[in-house]
């Protein structure tokens, strides 16, 4: 590898921003490219009579920034093939918000040899711009890639090479998912240079500005910022001193109550189609594992990241198809591998494992899992036939218990587990089946009651025949509403 390729930065501003050794290296260079002459240092460079190419024709040309730094590669590949010594130019420093630098290392460090020259970058003049002290810490962000940056509002945040209106549209919506839409916000431009100026907006006007290829976007910390960080700092508060006496006696064992209620309005909201409400409510579910998350830290037990740490090992490990080698054909062959994995994982061994579900599940959930469980070993019927007719038996077994009056819990526990066999080759959940039996009795019920009142007639002072008929009513009304007829 003889020939060599120099990166040279070319600061943030105007000639005075560069390093001497780098104006030497550009002056006495055969061969030298500029990214873009679009950049004050590069206009002075040109002014004094300096021979370069750029490629600014190439930004014309492709259709994605990407694109464009596939072709800057190419033709510097092309150059160092050719010439001992080629110098690349860019604005600010190389290795700063460069894309085209991380490529070119990336592609051709195993063919030229290539020298990155240090240079002052635009966060240098920026510390001075504005009130911002980096200890404090900040991210330096690129504006496409703000939804996945796992922003916090904790730190300063910058974004360089906001170039236009479109492009600060696109940012403040980003933004305003996470920060309130009055946070403060600065436009930079034209940074080092005697142009230089600093606005001050807030972030809803944001894209109100006026933006060039040497603007950049500061937002300083907003602790009101939305984030899982946010959320876990809300619960250290309240269970620290001085935060709220209630939170502050929790414990596991009194939170188990509320675990169980969330995870039921989650369901209902579910049922209901209520998406706004089932936002709500995944949310009260959050807070659930971030509180007992919150207890299990200041006990010693585990935090926070150990709750994540697993569930996103075990996601990836229970996922080789996704995540490894694997290859499967259909869902029933992931649910195949999964039970693999997980009985690998805890270890199962002989009958005493097998049945190894929660103890708090709802009955109905436990005999679908049991089911489920042993159908895996070929303990099953071959089609709905068989359950149907065993419904029918254990009716026949629970009728001759009350006749005799023994036995009456073990049939009746025998025929509902008879049914949610059924329920399994008709491929229905006995739990939301039952649940929506339920709620159409109670709509029923209290339509029986208001036809009742509606003809001056009370609930308690009715016979049972009279408020079967007013039942009757309400069921036809029911009826009709589902077809669309109006009585």
Sequence with gaps: MGNVLHVVGLGPAGLESMTLGDYRMIKQ????????????????????????????????????????????????????????????????????????????????????????????????????????????????????????????????????????????????LDLMEVYADEAEAYVVQALGTKLQKVLKCQLFELDHQTFDHLTTVVLPPHRAGISMTKLLEIMRTLRSPGGCPWDQEQTHTSLKPYLVEESYEVLEAIEAQDMYNLAEELGDLLLQVVFHAQVAQEAGEFQFQDVLRSIIEKMIRRHPHVFGDIEVENSTEVLKNWDQIKQKEKGEQGSEELFNFPKGLPSLMLAVKTQKKVAKLGFDWSDFEGPLAKVYEELQELEEAMGHGKGIEEEFGDTLFALVNLSRFLKLDPEDAVRKTVGKFQRRFLEMVKLAEDEGEKLPSLTLDQMDKYWEMAKKREKNEEIGNNP
């Design 29 to 172: 260079a055969k061969r030298v490219f500029f990214r873009t002459v679009n950049h004050p240092c590069a206009q002075d460079l040109l002014a004094e009579g300096l021979q370069v190419e750029s490629f600014d024709d190439l930004y014309d040309q492709e259709e994605s920034f990407e694109k464009v730094y596939e072709g800057i590669v190419k033709r510097l590949e092309k150059e160092c093939n050719i010439y001992p010594e080629v110098v690349y130019a860019v604005p600010g420093h190389p290795t700063v918000a460069e894309r085209s630098v991380q490529l070119l290392v990336n592609m051709l460090a195993n063919q030229v040899e290539i020298q990155v020259h240090p240079a002052l970058s635009f966060l240098d003049p920026l510390f001075s711009a504005i009130p911002m002290d980096p200890v404090e810490g900040f991210l330096l962000r690129n504006y496409d890639d703000l939804k996945e940056s796992g922003l916090t509002g904790r730190e300063w945040l910058v974004i360089p090479q906001v170039y236009d209106g479109l492009i600060a549209s696109e940012v403040k």
